[in-house]
């Protein structure tokens, strides 16, 4: 007899998750944001969320929580109830490294998050404070050396951070990091001048480059900017061993309907097709959608766990570099 009941029970679940997605949503949808307000991530899940409310006629509204190294952000995700109205922006850090800096954690990044898509790659720009009069890489390192300990910097991830300090190391630069308070504040610190150098999104800086405020001294990846073709790559200036990919994921609490994850998903892709998004600061890797159509986002097909246990393993051996945090 429950063998009997079983199977139409089973049935009648597998047609309700289609059905869910279909009518999805229903109601507003709120999008954790673990960086503060302003900076490129804020910016980017804004102007997504205004095109998933085209699609969806729900809007999308934003929630920052920014502190923690993205801790507290993440843990807010893991928190929220699994039914779909809950998204989540988080940069790399709380996915694949604090798991490895932190002594103790109040989520598990591979259990309390369902892995939606890569949203974007992050364009880096190396800037300073044009006061400091410097346009390049080796005069900043030469006014390091020249002023040691009172140059200051700011990098919001771990990648950037461990690049500085590596070429800190190497190259006998003598500056002094600190704690990242979100992009807008960076702005504001670097154009004072209360720290005169950061490494973080582009995004942030386009305004002040152009204004001749600050100073482009090379950005990260393989190519330069085609907003800034003059500001060369740290490759090409034969700073090597570069670990700055910064990105950010779209997440949702662990437990989410899949039917509602694929629709999202898809949706996510599709608006990879009509550029709105800002193009020039942020790197959105080619993909295909399960429909076939060319996106710039790059979907975690159905195996999100899977895709970030490459990235935990290099963020492993980072975050051993630098010790373990509090």
């Known amino acids: 007899m429950m063998g009997k009941l079983l199977l139409p029970v089973l049935a009648l679940t597998a047609l309700a998750g289609p059905a869910l997605a279909q009518d999805y949503p229903t109601r507003p949808v709120r999008a954790i944001v673990a960086v503060g307000a302003g900076g490129t991530g804020d910016v980017v899940t804004r102007v997504l969320g205004e095109e998933l409310y085209r699609r969806w006629g729900q809007p999308v509204v934003v929630e920052n929580r920014p502190g923690g190294a993205s801790n507290i952000g993440a843990r807010a995700c893991a928190d929220a109830p699994p039914d779909g109205y809950t998204l989540c922006i988080l940069p790399g850090e709380p996915l694949a490294y604090n798991q490895f800096l932190y002594k103790k954690l109040t989520f598990d990044p591979a259990k309390d998050f369902e ?3 890569n949203l974007f790659f992050n364009t880096q720009a190396l ?4 006061a400091l009069n410097v346009r390049n890489v080796d005069e900043l390192v030469a006014l390091s050396k020249a002023k040691a300990g009172t140059l200051s910097y700011t990098a919001p991830s771990l990648p950037l951070a461990l690049y500085l ?3 800190k190391r190497e190259r006998g630069a003598d500056w002094v990091s600190i704690p990242f308070r979100g992009g807008g504040d960076t702005t504001n610190a670097v154009l004072s001048g209360s720290t005169p150098i950061a490494f973080l999104g582009m995004q942030n800086f ?3 480059l152009q204004a001749g405020t600050m100073n482009g001294l ?3 990846g393989a190519q330069r900017s085609p907003l800034f073709p003059d500001i060369p790559t740290l490759a090409e200036l034969g700073y090597r061993g570069n670990l700055t990919r910064v990105y950010f994921a779209l997440v949702a609490p662990a437990g989410t309907p899949r039917a509602i994850v694929n629709k999202i998903r898809e949706d996510v892709a ?3 097709n009509e550029p ?8 959105r890797p080619r993909a295909r959608t399960d429909s076939g159509h060319a996106g710039r986002v790059r979907p975690f097909p159905g195996r999100g766990p899977r895709q970030l246990r490459p990235r935990r393993h290099r963020s492993r051996a980072a975050a051993a570099m630098i010790g373990p945090g509090t």
Do not use: F, T, Y
Request: without cysteine; glycine residues 4%.
């Open 218 to 220: 090379a950005v990260d």
């Open 115 to 117: 892995p939606i898509s």
């Open 270 to 272: 599709r608006i990879g």
């Open 276 to 283: 709105r998004l800002p193009q020039e600061a942020v790197h």
């Open 165 to 167: 300090e590596r070429l």
């Open 127 to 130: 800037v300073v404070n044009a």
């Open 206 to 208: 386009i305004s002040h």
